[in-house]
């Protein structure tokens, strides 16, 4: 079953034509729990990864908390995310590829005690042999780590919340978003501006204050790559962004948000990241190997 995000229920530019140039797509990725192949895109799911090449680890030193012993030596990453461009047809994939990966070191890590992920760009015809098996991190810190989900990605039209724009469009929007929501009842920060959720591209859904990302390398202002997000919405936010597939059955007032629909698609992946976190991941699209950096925050 696909899914699909609602119809913009307000056309934001006609209210805040101001915004016609910040509009940008997102590729909500929708994981669903399921069984993905190697050769498909998914969440948590199994790498097309070539039989030569080692298994990404992270070497950091782990600290232990009450909860988590870290292991011994290295960790093998996990996988996050991978991407194949069929699906993706609209994310700038470096010439000569068509895989994203995304993999991550659960652990807390610098700069904002969050898992540290990496990034692999992958021509997939160049990939002859697949690994079979590959290390699995034993004992994660809990909700790290997605349950395998089968994707259904989805383009939508974003623009900046409050956090992602500069004070003075903020200034010189705020009283007509403040109308607009009264005029038809959406709000602009929580139904029409950043999509919620798993996505690829598009702004930033920052729970505390934006991050401005710049590359070390050139300095350029780096682009939002990936947000993996806990949730895919909150009780703010189910109005405008839960998909239309899922709407059956739930109530109007309270959302789906009963006992029984507890870990349905609001929290598909299984991630509890901190306090319904989500880690942000950065690239340089201007420098050759596309450097990244990244963050993490929750409430
Ligand atoms: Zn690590
Ligand atoms: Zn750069």
């Not at 901190?274 to 929750?298: H, L, M, Q, T, W």
Request: hydrophobic residues 30%.
């Amino acid at each position: 079953m696909t899914r699909h995000t609602p119809p913009r229920p307000v056309e934001v530019e006609e209210f805040l034509p101001e915004l016609r140039g910040r509009r940008r797509q997102a590729l909500r990725l929708h994981p669903r729990p399921g069984d993905p192949g190697r050769g498909q895109s998914s969440v948590g799911g199994p790498l097309l990864w070539p039989a030569g090449e080692s298994w990404p680890t992270c070497a950091e030193e782990h600290g232990a908390s009450l909860e988590d012993a870290p292991p011994e030596g290295a960790a093998p990453l996990v996988p996050i995310v991978q991407l194949f461009r069929r699906d993706a047809p609209d994310v700038p994939f470096p010439e000569g590829t068509d895989l994203l990966q995304v993999l991550w070191c659960p652990y807390d890590h610098e700069p904002s005690f969050g898992p540290r992920p990496r990034v692999l760009w992958r021509g997939s015809d160049e990939i002859r042999d697949v690994l079979d098996r590959y290390p699995v991190l034993d004992d994660p810190p809990e909700g790290t780590v997605p349950v395998p989900c089968v994707v259904h990605p989805e383009p939508v039209t974003e623009y900046p919340g409050w956090r992602n724009m500069g004070r003075d469009l903020h200034t010189a929007l705020w009283d007509r978003a403040a109308r607009m929501e009264e005029q038809t009842g959406w709000s602009y920060e929580e139904h029409l501006s950043e999509a919620p959720g798993i996505k690829v591209g598009g702004y930033p859904d920052w729970v505390q204050d934006a991050w401005r990302m710049v590359c070390d390398g050139c300095g350029a202002e780096m682009d939002p790559l990936l947000t993996v997000a806990s949730w895919e919405y909150d009780p703010g936010s189910w109005r405008s962004w839960l998909p239309v597939e899922e709407r059956a059955g739930v109530d109007e007032h309270h959302g789906p948000f009963s006992f029984e629909d507890a870990g349905s698609a609001q929290g598909a992946a299984g991630l509890t990241l901190g306090d319904a976190g989500s880690v942000y991941v950065f690239e340089c699209r201007k420098c050759p190997e596309r450097p990244i950096k990244y963050g993490f925050d929750c409430s």
